[in-house]
């Protein structure tokens, strides 16, 4: 049986609607952190979508060392402590190196567990033994069911706040496919899982010296998820996506983001009939 897993008041999984993980890749300031999250918000109330708001404040698996980063930890947790207590809204980020779990464990409400590093025993036990809810994206390189495994390296911390992320899976080089099975397999584990509807759609190193997207697939695979039973989505939105200082070519635009809920509200009250 599925659990359900509480975020603030928000409650993810079993037979209660999905949630949206939603915000830019990464900090580029303060203001656009600030003013992103707050049109966010204002959308997801309006249609009483269950919102938490992610942004990461280091990106450490950029393609080239060259590529911009985030404004670091302690820096980046200041910013998201401001938009918690601004705005109301749980938050969630990443955390890439095992000394970070405590320190990220004072601000965030999820700790994020990056693809690349779902096999990374020790950061995966730092993260459950702070006792936050746990969200782990499994790798590009991984089969749905080998999931499983980290969600165990977890449990074995006594915390069973855990989410899954899917986020498709290699096929070729440069590119990432979405098999919509790995939804209802992951969530044999017993715990709700998220679809990654950006990072589904990236082609990493695409561009060489940075990962390219298709984004107009977004809606497309989000729409799918739904229908296959996801418990949420989770999506990087930014005012000028052609401008992102990181994952520009596989953002929704934040001016499409109402109409894109609209169609997934629709299509779960369609799938929950």
């Keep these: ?40 918000k204002k959308v997801t109330q309006r249609l009483n979508v269950p919102f938490i708001f992610k942004v990461s404040y280091d990106k450490a698996n950029r393609t080239s060392v060259n590529s911009y980063r985030g404004p670091g930890l302690v820096k980046g947790l200041e910013i998201i402590r401001e938009v918690k207590e601004k705005l109301g809204v749980p938050v969630l980020s990443d955390i890439h190196n095992i000394f970070e779990a405590d320190i990220a464990a004072k601000v965030l409400d999820v700790i994020q567990i990056p693809a690349f590093l779902c096999r990374q025993t020790d950061l995966l036990v730092a993260a459950g033994e702070t006792k936050k809810v746990v969200n782990i994206k499994k790798g590009q390189f991984l089969a749905p069911h080998d999931i499983a495994q980290a969600v165990k390296k977890v449990e074995s911390t006594g915390n069973t706040k855990i989410l899954l992320t899917e ?66 989505i989770f999506i990087e939105t930014h005012p000028d996506p052609k401008n992102a200082l990181s994952d520009g070519p596989n953002m929704l635009a934040l001016n499409n983001l109402e109409k894109f809920l609209e169609q997934l509200k629709a299509i779960e009250e369609a799938i929950k009939k």
Excluded: W
């Design 1 to 40: 049986m599925e659990k359900v897993i509480k975020v603030g008041d928000i409650k993810i999984g079993g037979k209660n609607p999905f949630v949206l993980i939603a915000g830019p890749c990464v900090i580029e300031d303060k203001a656009l952190v600030l003013k992103t999250a707050s049109a966010i």
């Design 167 to 232: 986020r498709g899976v290699s096929f070729g080089y440069n590119n990432l496919v979405t098999d919509f099975r790995s939804i209802a397999i992951m969530q044999e584990t017993g715990y709700p899982v998220v679809f990654d509807a950006t990072h589904s759609v990236q082609q990493p190193g695409g561009l060489g010296t940075a990962s390219g997207g298709c984004s107009q697939y977004i809606p497309l695979l989000s729409r799918c998820a739904i229908a296959a039973g996801s418990n949420g």
